[in-house]
């Protein structure tokens, strides 16, 4: 069973805080801490979404100011030396370092660091150009598959051998409600990569940890959830987040025979059928809005003699 916590945000761009959660999470039972790739100058500026967009009383894109949004994520980065000592300690605590890639034009940068595994958000389940730029140079690639088509993820498992990634179930709500889980969803990856696992955003303030639970009853073999050791209400992401405790109950669930956690599932009876959803769901109107935010928030960045362009993930475009 692998367990990813993700720092995601929850450091709040301060080292001391990152290196207690690598403790944290290293001693609770996670097997692999992640962080976030993120340079603020990845940041595309998209004019639709700077005031947001609104026809008929219909959100058509969310407003997201790229000056605002910018500054948050220049407080937040985590230079390179940071990740050499975030390696270094994961190593030294025998948990695997994992980071999310989400631009093109840091790979070699993220293999020079010494990242063996790598993460890819759900928005970039499609960026094909990027997938085929990876294959090969990681021991294991994990792929979100929120707010994918069928058919991105099928032609996304074509890229790989199916021993070298796996799919993550993941709803790009946050934070998720139970109707919109479709943990059934798990049932139609399993098709395409022989790793199934689960991302969880669901809030662990409204629904305890059974979203979870249920997941690994269900045959999920990896999870990855925001994990935080501050408290919820301080971070950007507390509210998807998980912190010590909870860790270390998920992971003694995960340990424990499936007669057992059928006992402890069984107790929220009421609520699996509405977890379990559909092996084929519609996106939701959030998950709509989001998809079109995310995908092509980050782009790679060159300079040639007509400026500066943007080359979002998906475009074959040459970065030199």
Request: proline share 1%; aromatic share 10%.
């Amino acid at each position: 069973m692998k367990i990813i916590a993700e720092l995601c945000q929850n450091h709040n761009g301060n080292m001391r805080v990152l290196e207690k959660q690598v403790v944290e999470a290293a001693k609770n039972g996670a097997t692999h801490v992640k962080v976030q790739h993120i340079y603020a100058d990845r940041l595309s500026f998209r004019s639709q979404f700077e005031k947001g967009l609104i026809q008929n009383n219909k959100i058509l894109a969310i407003k997201r100011n790229y000056k605002d949004e910018f500054k948050r994520l220049k407080r937040l980065e985590l230079k390179k030396n940071d990740l050499k000592k975030f390696i270094k300690l994961c190593k030294t605590y025998n948990v695997i370092p994992l980071t999310t890639c989400f631009a093109r034009q840091d790979i070699d940068e993220i293999l020079s660091l010494g990242f063996e595994e790598l993460k890819i958000a759900s928005y970039d389940c499609a960026s094909y150009q990027m997938l085929r730029e990876l294959k090969n140079k990681f021991k294991h690639i994990y792929i979100s598959t929120g707010a994918s088509y069928n058919s991105e993820i099928i032609n996304t498992s074509k890229i790989f051998n199916k021993n070298s990634f796996s799919f993550l179930h993941c709803v790009t709500e946050y934070p998720t409600q139970l109707k919109s889980l479709n943990l059934n969803r798990m049932k139609f990856l399993s098709k395409y990569s022989k790793h199934i696992g689960y991302s969880d955003h669901t809030s662990v303030m409204q629904y305890g940890l059974i979203p979870t639970l249920y997941a690994i009853f269900l045959g999920a073999k990896i999870i990855e959830r925001h994990f935080t050791v501050l408290d919820k209400l301080k971070t950007r992401d507390g509210i998807v987040s998980i912190n010590s405790k909870e860790l270390k109950q998920l992971s003694d669930f995960a340990s424990i025979s499936k007669k057992d956690q059928q006992k402890i599932i069984q107790k929220e009876k009421f609520k699996l059928k509405i977890m379990l959803g559909k092996i084929n769901s519609k996106f939701s109107a959030t998950e709509k809005l989001n998809r079109e935010y995310y995908r092509g928030r980050f782009c790679s960045k060159i300079r040639d003699s007509r400026g500066t362009l943007e080359v979002y993930n998906w475009e074959e475009t040459p970065l030199t």
